[in-house]
């Protein structure tokens, strides 16, 4: 299958730890991205791989791999951390791309 | 820096036909996948499909038979065409540059979104 699952909805409090999930058969062979989304605008990565944040992300954001599960932690939430947060990564079967669901962090 | 500048028009009536373009400037034309991500109103991303500088493509199983991607590697333009347009076809539509390195795949380049409404 080449789904990706995400909690809909996570929340955090002010200066706390969040990790937002993505499951998925196709994660036990490739890597998962990461991607935050404010509303009203187009959707930014934050992180990929096993171990790789773009310049000018935040060292706050972090990612982990375990078998089929994907995982983005978000350290020391702010405000500004308040998004959608999107994983992807590439099906095995015809290298189609997969979204998943999409977590709704709200920062409390 | 990457940019991505997308046109096409944002009004449309059911069964007609999507066009989009996207120019990417700042930055080789080669080596990456050029990609289109739509999101319905209040919805999640879905990935469209994505083409090379060889003209080579990958498609989401569940639009292939509507798509239709090309390639303008001398404009650095690559475009989108879904034809048989439903309502549910409305969307934000992104342009995207991708890439594969080993076990990883990314999009690293957004343009900035068009709004295609499909209404009669």
């Known amino acids: 299958s080449s789904e990706l699952t995400q909690d809909p909805a996570l929340s955090v409090a002010l200066g706390q730890t969040v990790r937002i999930t993505c499951q998925g058969d196709?994660?036990?062979?490739?890597?998962a991205s990461w991607y935050q989304q404010k509303p009203g605008q187009a959707p930014v990565l934050v992180f990929y791989?096993?171990?790789n944040r773009p310049s000018g992300i935040s060292d706050r954001f972090s990612g982990s791999n375990s078998g089929n599960t994907a995982s983005l932690t978000i350290t020391g939430a702010r405000a500004e951390d308040e998004a959608d947060y999107y994983c992807?990564?590439?099906?095995?079967?015809?290298?189609?791309?997969?979204f998943g669901g999409g977590t709704k962090v709200t920062v409390l | 820096q990457v940019q991505l500048r997308q046109w096409g028009a944002g009004q449309l009536k059911p069964s007609e036909t999507l066009s989009l373009t996207c120019e990417a400037s700042?930055?080789?034309?080669?080596?990456?996948?050029w990609t289109w991500v739509r999101q319905s109103p209040g919805k999640g991303l879905e990935w469209i499909a994505e083409?090379?500088?060889?003209?080579?493509?990958h498609h989401n199983p569940s639009l292939k038979s509507r798509v239709t991607m090309s390639i303008d590697i001398s404009k650095n333009q690559f475009s989108l065409k879904l034809k048989s347009l439903t309502a549910a076809d409305t969307a934000v539509y992104y342009c995207?540059?991708?890439?594969?390195?080993?076990?990883?795949?990314?999009?690293?380049?957004w343009g900035q979104g068009a709004l295609v409404t499909v209404s009669s």
């Open positions: 995207a540059r991708g890439s594969i390195v080993s076990t990883i795949s990314t999009i690293d380049y």
């Open positions: 700042g930055g080789s034309f080669n080596g990456f996948y």
């Open positions: 083409i090379n500088h060889s003209g080579g493509t």
């Open positions: 196709s994660l036990r062979s490739y890597y």
């Open positions: 791989g096993r171990n």
């Open positions: 992807n990564c590439r099906d095995t079967v015809d290298n189609h791309v997969v």
